[in-house]
């Protein structure tokens, strides 16, 4: 039967803090579109995998592949590049710059890869508008709820299509309602760009309701079942 080649995939990633290895030779494969949940005890290796696999964290040792091709064999500046045009991040505080509106937040990617600010700027409006966010573009982090904020971080992660979307506890600091729906609208919109979605997090309900779930413990991985399709 054909399957296709991964869109990112890992092999044998070691990662070392001193002497302890976070990683401990991860096999990992992550297809297009797909959408994932890493889980673990809290020092399993599940956030140090996600910023390796998104080049954040350079591993000791291992690949790191995407689209075919290798990047964890890129210089820094490239790899930044390739932060900023392939891959989006939502991080558990969102990490929103307090000085710019939420339409200047989402714009921010875009305006980092040259695009024209008009061009951006409507980008930005559009998908604050997906994400139910009309009337509140011109809103600062401050003057918005942790749901309404996770939803312009979201916004942000998309608005260039990249290929991949790493987020990490992207629900932490939500409660539970508010949680769900903000993972809702993560799927929801990388179902429009078809990009994929790879989701640290400590939450087991949340991990069981996604397609698949890659369980890790002291830096290896304990199960990877197929991906439902």
Wanted: glycine share 10%.
């Amino acid at each position: 039967m054909h399957t296709e080649p991964p869109l990112l995939s890992g092999r044998g990633l070691v990662k070392r803090y001193g002497s302890q290895r976070a990683l401990d030779g991860v096999d990992i494969d992550i297809a297009a579109g797909e959408v994932l949940a890493i889980v673990g005890p809290s020092g399993s290796g599940k956030t140090s995998l996600l910023h390796v696999l998104a080049g954040i964290l350079r591993a000791e040792e291992g690949e790191i592949s995407l689209a075919g091709q290798r990047i964890d064999q890129l210089g820094e500046t490239r790899r930044s590049e390739l932060r900023r045009s392939e891959f989006g991040f939502v991080f558990q505080s969102g990490m929103l710059v307090a000085e710019l509106t939420a339409r200047e937040n989402v714009a921010l990617p875009l305006l980092l890869g040259g695009r024209p600010k008009e061009t951006a700027m409507a980008a930005a409006t559009e998908w604050l508008e997906r994400l139910g966010l009309r009337g509140k573009e011109d809103r600062r982090p401050g003057e918005l709820s942790g749901g309404e904020a996770q939803r312009v971080a979201i916004a942000r992660a998309i608005t260039h299509r990249p290929k991949v979307i790493f987020a990490d506890e992207p629900t932490g600091a939500l409660d539970t309602r508010t949680g769900k729906d903000t993972v809702s609208a993560l799927i929801d919109s990388a179902r429009v760009t078809g990009t994929a979605v790879i989701i640290v997090t400590h939450d087991r309900e949340l991990a069981a309701s996604l397609p698949r779930t890659v369980s890790l413990r002291d830096g290896r991985i304990e199960a990877q079942p197929v991906a439902a399709r």
